[in-house]
Each structure stands twice: as structure tokens, then as C-alpha cells.
């Protein structure tokens, strides 16, 4: 009961939808200057042929779904072999589009998270927007470090393909699952990220994992049924058209955004109980300076 009243009193009382629509809208306002860093980052030590396998797996997880993400492909493919070509161009502009665009998703993301956290109390504006870019540049580096496990990925695949006791991985169910598996660790560890040092209130390690954990779970679970609902009925296309890719990628940023949410709360909840447990009298001052 205290989670599951306590999340639907949060849920309630923190507008988890509308904070979810501001957090949406700012992260599509943050698109286009993370792909390019993305980009200029994998140009700079990769070859276009390489660039393009990252690209596919940077795709993949962000759009779930085989024929939106084939048509992003095929649109981006295009141009792959000029933002390689003029990569510098494309990080200078990226970092400074970031720079503006990102400190208000993330100044979005910390005023959400000290909500749920506790706390009206912010940085001053200089250290927010630093701490903010910083942070940014974080998460990046993250999904880029969980990126570089596809080689090792593409490596197992080659040798369940020529080893005779390794043929069973070579079913369509293990490659799902290895697919499944990779985004749902570049999730996890985004989402673990922002919920450890994006807030100013900070909650335990096991809360900010738990909290990343079920966020995930959420995110993976929901992937699989909207795959279920765009394979199964095909009306979808026909209604939205040329605009489907637009309507699915804007759907998974806002449910993406309501998980994170929901996430987050759950965490604090773990926290609350962690201290009732730890600290029965209820001084919550110890057991903030225990952390």
C-alpha cells in the first residue's frame, strides 16, 4: 500500500502529465544539436561505414518500431557521407545549439525532479546552466560508451553464426532479445544518470536504481505492445500518412517522458521507506546528512 497509494497520491498531486507534455516539448526542442554532436563525435574517430552502424543502433533505440525506423534511415543515409565530411561544422553548431536547448530541458528535468524530491531550492542561474551542460555532456558520453558494445554484439552474433553448439542464438528470438536487451541498458543507465545528479535534494544509490529500474521495465514493456498495435494494425499509416513517423516519435517522447516520471517517484517513494526503516522517529535532517 505505500506504493501503490503513494504513487497514485504523487501522481496526482505533481500533474505527472502535464509536467510530462513540458519535458517532451523540451527534449524535441533538443533533437536536432544531439544528433549532430552525436554525429561529430562518431566522425571524428570512426569512418563513414562505421558511422553508419552506430547511427542504426542510435536510431533503433530511439524509434522501437522496423518501418519508422527504416524510414528515418533511409532519410538520414542520405546525408550521412556529408556530416562526416563536414563533422567540425556540425559539432561547433550542434554544441552551441545544445548549449541553449539543452539547459532548458534540463533545467526542466531538475525542477521536475526537486519537486518529486523535495525541494523548491535551485543553484543560482550561472551554476545551473553549467552544471545543466555538464550533465548533458554525461549522458551523451554514456550512450556513446553503451554504443560501443554493439561491436561486441555484432562479434557473439559472427561466432554463433560459424561455431555448430552456439547455432541456437541464431534464432530470431535471441536476436530480439539481444536488441531488447541493448535498449533497455542505454535507457537504464540515461535514467540513472539524470535521477543522481540532476536534483540539488540527492536520494540513495539503491533508490536512484530502483527508481531507473522500474522506469525502464515501464519503457521496454510499453515498446513491445505499441509494436504489437502499429504491426497489427495497419490503419495507423493510412490515417497519419507522411506524418506517422512524426506521430510514433512524438508518442515515445512523451510516454518516454511519463516513465521518467513515474520513475523518479517510485524512487522517492523506496527512499521514504528506507528512511522510516533506518530513522523510526522520523528525522529526516540524519538521515539526509547520512547519505
Not at 516539448?25 to 552502424?53: A, D, H, M, Y
Not at 522496423?66 to 565530411?85: G, L, M, Q, S
Amino acid at each position: 500500500m505505500h506504493y501503490f497509494g503513494g504513487l497514485y497520491y504523487r501522481l496526482d498531486h505533481h500533474h505527472v502529465f502535464l509536467l510530462a507534455g513540458g519535458l517532451a516539448f523540451s527534449l524535441f526542442v533538443c533533437i536536432i544539436p544531439f544528433t549532430l554532436i552525436i554525429f561529430w563525435l562518431l566522425g571524428k574517430f570512426l569512418n563513414s561505414v562505421e558511422v553508419e552502424s552506430q547511427i542504426v543502433t542510435l536510431i533503433n533505440t530511439v524509434i522501437p518500431y522496423d518501418t519508422y525506423a527504416d524510414f528515418a534511415k533511409e532519410i538520414i543515409f542520405k546525408r550521412v557521407h556529408e556530416v562526416v565530411a563536414y563533422r567540425n561544422i556540425a559539432g561547433f553548431i550542434g554544441i552551441i545549439g545544445l548549449f541553449f536547448a539543452a539547459s532548458g530541458f534540463a533545467s526542466s528535468i531538475r525542477t521536475i525532479l526537486n519537486k518529486i524530491f523535495g525541494t523548491d531550492i535551485d543553484v543560482n542561474i550561472f551554476l545551473g546552466k553549467l552544471r545543466d551542460f555538464a550533465v548533458i555532456l554525461v549522458t551523451v558520453l554514456a550512450f556513446l560508451l553503451t554504443t560501443m558494445l554493439s561491436p561486441f554484439i555484432d562479434l557473439f552474433r559472427s561466432l554463433a553464426e560459424s561455431t555448430p553448439y552456439l547455432q541456437a542464438f541464431n534464432h530470431p528470438i535471441f536476436q530480439k532479445f539481444f536488441t531488447a536487451s541493448f535498449s533497455f541498458l542505454i535507457i537504464y543507465i540515461i535514467f540513472s544518470v539524470l535521477y543522481k545528479f540532476m536534483p540539488i535534494v540527492k536520494i540513495r544509490k539503491r533508490s536512484v536504481l530502483l527508481g531507473a529500474l522500474w522506469a525502464s521495465l515501464m519503457w521496454a514493456g510499453a515498446k513491445e505492445v505499441f509494436g504489437l498495435y502499429l504491426a497489427n494494425f495497419h490503419t495507423f499509416s493510412r490515417i497519419y500518412g507522411a506524418y506517422a513517423l512524426g506521430v510514433v516519435l512524438a508518442f515515445w517522447i512523451y510516454y518516454t517522458s511519463v516513465v521518467f516520471i513515474i520513475g523518479a517517484e517510485i524512487g522517492k517513494l523506496f527512499d521514504e521507506r528506507l528512511d522510516k526503516k533506518h530513522f523510526p522517529v522520523g528525522d529526516t535532517d540524519i538521515a539526509e546528512v547520512s547519505r
